[in-house]
């Protein structure tokens, strides 16, 4: 399984990004995805979360509160690749975006660096 992100960077608060996830090595359309994030010394924290295949549309995306509104998570199984697009970005949102499955353990990105400031 290998997981790898892209699309991070410097971006002014209330500017947008979108982050990619490339999944190889395993059957993408068939697990559910997630987003995380982790700021230095504090938890990885849960970000947003797809379902697989079988699970299909909105019910199937979730989110957490902090991001509810702003960010939006979609999946290509036909490019294996996962994506977090985030907009209306604050200053807190600064942090590394990790993207995860679990296949009878956890698998993570080298994780991706987004910066929130003017």
């Known amino acids: 399984v290998q997981l790898v992100e892209s699309g991070g960077g410097l971006v002014h608060p209330g500017g947008s990004l979108r982050l990619s996830c490339a999944a190889s090595?395993?059957?993408?359309?068939?697990?559910?995805m997630k987003w995380y994030r982790q700021a230095p010394g504090k938890e990885r924290e849960w970000v947003a979360g797809i379902g697989d295949v079988a699970r299909a549309g909105d019910r199937a995306r979730t989110y957490a509160d902090s991001v509810k509104g702003r960010f939006t998570i979609s999946r290509d199984n036909a490019k294996n690749t996962l994506y977090l697009q985030m907009n209306s970005l604050k200053p807190e949102d600064t942090t590394v975006y990790y993207c995860?499955?679990?296949?009878?353990?956890?698998?993570w990105g080298q994780g991706i660096q987004v910066t929130v400031s003017s």
């Open positions: 090595g395993f059957s993408f359309s068939n697990y559910a």
């Open positions: 995860n499955t679990y296949i009878y353990q956890n698998y």
